[in-house]
């Protein structure tokens, strides 16, 4: 079954410190993977995505993610937190014909000044 | 342009009384998704528009819900003889044939 596992529920980094969100799927065949942003109050924003290709997407307001097949991974990073990254964070697969997604149960990152 | 837009932004109900939220998507997107977030949970899929074709409506809860696109545009998404376990956030995406989804603000539902 098709399903997106985020291990950590609450993650507290520092400001200026570099952060890394796990995200871990299953999905039979090749995943289109996303990251989400939802702020207090605010609907989801997308971060970045992934089709195809490179396998180190670039995201906006600095993210990145990585996806490593063999790991079935799609990790969030960040070289450097700031205090406006606090928010929760989605991450998701989408079928190839984008009838449906997936959606993990969200990890909230809380930034300490 | 202007974004997903939701109506009401919430909508406190008594228990077994019907509810319907309403979500405008972005001018010309073909694909429209509800879904639904409980407390503390990720999004869980309701249902899926895509152009003219039936609907995928293979993740609501119950015959209590169901959904209507009109002209391939507005969706009605109809809870019946609301229940407790409804209390939710209701997100509506649209989406454009690339698949990336675009989320409207949400309704806050509060059964009581």
């Known amino acids: 079954a098709q399903s997106v596992t985020q291990p950590d529920i609450h993650i507290t980094v520092s400001e200026g410190a570099s952060l890394e969100l796990r995200c871990n799927y299953s999905?039979?065949?090749?995943?289109?993977l996303f990251w989400y942003v939802q702020s207090p109050g605010q609907g989801l924003q997308l971060l970045l995505k992934?089709?195809?290709?490179?396998?180190l997407v670039q995201g906006i307001k600095g993210f990145e993610a990585e996806f490593k097949r063999s790991q079935s991974s799609f990790n969030l990073r960040k070289p450097s937190v700031h205090w406006s990254d606090a928010a929760e964070y989605f991450c998701?697969?989408?079928?190839?014909?984008?009838?449906?997604?997936?959606f993990g149960s969200g990890t909230k990152l809380n930034v300490k000044p | 342009g202007a974004g997903v837009s939701q109506s009401p932004s919430n909508k406190v109900t008594e228990k077994g009384k019907d509810v319907e939220l309403r979500c405008d998507p972005i001018?010309?997107?073909?694909?429209l998704y509800w879904y639904r977030q409980s407390l503390g949970q990720g999004l869980e899929f309701l249902i899926y528009?895509?152009?003219?074709?039936?609907?995928?409506k293979s993740g609501l809860p119950s015959d209590r819900f169901s959904a209507e696109r009109t002209g391939g545009s507005v969706s009605t998404l109809t809870i019946q003889r609301t229940q407790q376990e409804d209390s939710a956030v209701y997100l509506c995406?649209?989406?454009?044939?690339?698949?990336?989804?675009?989320f409207g603000p949400g309704t806050r539902l509060l059964v009581l």
């Open positions: 998701a697969v989408g079928a190839n014909n984008f009838n449906k997604f997936y």
């Open positions: 992934y089709f195809s290709g490179d396998t």
């Open positions: 995406a649209s989406s454009p044939l690339s698949g990336t989804q675009y």
């Open positions: 999905y039979g065949a090749t995943p289109y």
């Open positions: 528009f895509q152009g003219n074709s039936a609907p995928d």
């Open positions: 001018s010309g997107h073909t694909a």
